[in-house]
Structures are given as structure tokens and as C-alpha cells.
Nanobody
Framework: QAHLVESGGGLVQAGASLRLSCSTS????????MAWFRQAPGKEREFVAA????????DYADSVKGRFTISRHNANNTMYLQMKTLKPEDTAVYHC?????????????????WGQGTQVTVSP
């Protein structure tokens, strides 16, 4: 069993930056694919970014490519999402997720473990 806890969300103005963190405990962090998903009110959960152990291979949704950077620090079992040039449409609850298989995935159904989420609100 893996436990994931997100932090770093908040209220910012458009154009600002935020860094989200996902701390993990329980099962071996280093062998998992980690990802960020987000869910805005009234919308389905959508893929944001994923990173494969040990942190070389990544994947991004087109909507965040060039603005967001996913990374992981295996020594302290933490994953990050650096978000720059935030837009109001980035407003959502951001969840981190993980699974124990090797391949990157954009499908939320492939992920076994989820955090509770952290709210990101971007004002115009």
C-alpha cells in the first residue's frame, strides 16, 4: 500500500507560478510511475503529466506542455509539479497518483494509488 499526500496549492493570479509536491510512503517509491491529474468543477479528471522511474521519461498533456515540469526526488520519496505562467483554466484540484508498472499512462484507470488532492485557483 502506498500513501500519497499533495501540498503546495493555493490562490494565485494569472501568470504566476506554483510548485506542487507529492510525498509518498509505504511501498517502494522508486519503482512506481508517478503522475499528476486534475479535476475542475463539473469536469472529468484529466491527465496533466507523468514521470517514469528513475525520472528520465516524462509525458505531458498538450495544455500544459512548455509551462509545467514534472520531476521526482527518489531519495526523499517526493514528486513535484512546477507550474509556470498559470492560466485561469488551470484552476482545479490536483491529484498525484502512482502505479507499479513500467509504462507511462494517461489513463487514470491505470493508477492504483491516489492522494486526496490540493486546490489550485488561478484568478484572471
Amino acid at each position: 500500500q502506498a500513501h500519497l499526500v499533495e501540498s503546495g496549492g493555493g490562490l494565485v493570479q494569472a501568470g504566476a507560478s506554483l510548485r506542487l509536491s507529492c510525498s509518498t510512503s509505504g511501498r517502494t517509491f522508486g519503482t512506481f510511475v508517478m503522475a499528476w491529474f486534475r479535476q475542475a468543477p463539473g469536469k472529468e479528471r484529466e491527465f496533466v503529466a507523468a514521470i517514469q522511474w528513475p525520472g528520465i521519461n516524462t509525458d505531458y498533456a498538450d495544455s500544459v506542455k512548455g509551462r509545467f515540469t514534472i520531476s521526482r526526488h527518489n531519495a526523499n520519496n517526493t514528486m513535484y509539479l512546477q507550474m509556470k505562467t498559470l492560466k485561469p483554466e488551470d484552476t482545479a484540484v490536483y491529484h498525484c497518483a502512482s502505479h507499479g508498472r513500467e509504462r507511462l499512462s494517461r489513463d487514470s484507470r491505470d493508477y492504483d494509488y491516489w492522494g486526496q488532492g490540493t486546490q489550485v485557483t488561478v484568478s484572471p
